[in-house]
T-cell receptor
Framework: DTEVTQTPKHLVMGMTNKKSLKCEQHMGHRAMYWYKQKAKKPPELMFVYSYEKLSINESVPSRFSPECPNSSLLNLHLHALQPEDSALYLC???????????????FGNGTRLTVT | QKEVEQNSGPLSVPEGAIASLNCTYSDRGSQSFFWYRQYSGKSPELIMFIYSNGDKEDGRFTAQLNKASQYVSLLIRDSQPSDSATYLCAGGDSNYQLIWGAGTKLIIKP
């Protein structure tokens, strides 16, 4: 069982809808991430929270809005999405910042998002 | 531009043989490397990470890092059909950037 839990597993939404993706980790990690992955492509970084503060925002459109209520929870609020935003959205956590030697990312199972 | 390159494959290996997956990187500042396995439609799963030159073994998996030549590899011994997946290589640097390769699709033939 994964130690990073994402809900929902699947989401279909219209372009005028507002929805939220949720992520929870119970590993005591201090960094949490949102990634977007299209088919046959590697994960693409969207946001990084380090010690509950937004530290990286990779020029993501404002229709995606992250929120970190506490060190274990991470949300991604979605509004007015476009069909091209359909993808697998991955939450991940790590002990410290990504890329550090002993701080690998641990991914959740992802949310498969379809925008109609 | 910092890059991590992998052969997209598919790499086809007979069951029981050794599968060798390779990755090269352009940034000499990259310090840590991570191998992830991803089954179709699923999320990436950490296989191994390495940050010192040489070999690191974990069960059937061995990661190899050669910083002078700027390559990292993953060997899978006694390959099983369940090893068939896409393997992603990622390199991390001191600026907390994680650069991903495009992934290599591995097929283990029974």
């Amino acid at each position: 069982d994964t130690e990073v839990t994402q809900t929902p597993k699947h989401l279909v939404m219209g372009m005028t809808n507002k929805k939220s993706l949720k992520c929870e980790q119970h590993m005591g990690h201090r960094a949490m991430y949102w990634y977007k992955q299209k088919a046959k492509k590697p994960p693409e970084l969207m946001f990084v929270y380090s010690y509950e503060k937004l530290s990286i925002n990779e020029s993501v459109p404002s229709r995606f809005s992250p929120e970190c209520p506490n060190s274990s929870l991470l949300n991604l609020h979605l509004h007015a999405l476009q069909p091209e935003d359909s993808a697998l959205y991955l939450c991940a956590s790590s002990q410290d910042r990504q890329g550090m030697g002993n701080s690998p990312l641990h991914f959740g199972n992802g949310t498969r998002l379809t925008v109609t | 531009q910092k890059e991590v390159e992998q052969n997209s494959g598919p790499l086809s290996v007979p069951e029981g043989a050794i599968a060798s997956l390779n990755c090269t990187y352009s940034d000499r500042g990259s310090q840590s490397f991570f191998w992830y396995r991803q089954y179709s439609g699923k999320s990436p799963e950490l296989i191994m990470f390495i940050y010192s030159n040489g070999d690191k073994e974990d069960g059937r998996f061995t990661a190899q890092l050669n910083k002078a030549s700027q390559y990292v590899s993953l060997l899978i011994r006694d390959s099983q059909p369940s090893d068939s997946a896409t393997y992603l290589c990622a390199g991390g640097d001191s600026n907390y950037q994680l650069i991903w390769g495009a992934g290599t699709k591995l097929i283990i033939k029974p």
